[in-house]
């Protein structure tokens, strides 16, 4: 009966210890899956937030290059006017993805100031010549900002 009963014991014992080993692996397998998916998340996010500010500092690089060149060539102040209007305005939609960018991936911050930088020095160009060496550098320093964010992820 004692021989009985040890084999029994030894049956329950040994089903709680599979079943706590199951429940075990199950839980660090769930884990690892909810930390991927954050990983692939985060990932996203930063691709996102890299995309919309090269594509911000674009459109302001676009932008600043139009209105110097107004500038530059003397037009109508009314133009002139409206050119600096939306100047204003793409240069503000910079804020929103450089902050993003600057909390999601602290690492590519001074790239992604470098070419905000590079962008607001199409301002106040002295002439043509330097206006477009000024849109050259800023996309250049764009380009840069991509591809440090490519190694980044990589």
Known sequence: ????????????????????????????????????????????????????LVAALAAHRRTMWARERLRLTGADDAVYAEARSESHRTRSDITAPLVTLAILAPALAPAAQNAARATYALRGATDHTALDRARTQAAHA????????????A
């Open 142 to 153: 764009g380009e840069r900002l991509v591809a440090g964010a490519a190694e980044h992820l």
């Open 1 to 52: 009966m004692a021989a009985e009963l040890a084999i029994a014991l030894v049956g329950v014992v040994g089903t709680l210890a599979g079943t706590l080993t199951v429940t075990a692996l199950q839980h660090r397998a769930a884990r690892a899956a909810r930390a991927e998916r954050t990983e692939q998340e985060r990932r996203r996010e930063l691709v996102q937030a890299v995309t919309a």
